[in-house]
């Protein structure tokens, strides 16, 4: 059987999209935020940290410029890599039902 999924998917993004990985993500973002909200304190550590990881990040995305240069001959082997990861989540998916459900289900 063929699959009816795009070409270019994305194995990150497909756990990603799983219900049950996408309900916790909110959860815990509804709960960081609510905590954030209620504890002055906390709202000022959690800036700072959101400062320095986005710093980190910009930072860290620089220093991966040249090494993503450098891998693009090999991103057949990424694609390789992809694929193999796309179709173990589809056996996931077959096998436990429950990735397709919120947490709270």
Known sequence: ATSTRPVQENAL????QLPVVSSTCETLQRKYS???ESHPLMAS???AY???????GALAMWGMEPVVRRLEPQCESFAVANN???RGLDHLEE??????YPVDK
């Open 84 to 86: 193999l990861a796309c």
């Open 45 to 47: 550590v959690c800036a």
């Open 50 to 56: 959101e400062r320095g990881v986005q710093g980190a």
């Open 34 to 36: 609510s905590t954030k």
């Open 13 to 16: 993004q497909r756990v990603l």
């Open 95 to 100: 096998k436990i039902p429950a990735l397709q």
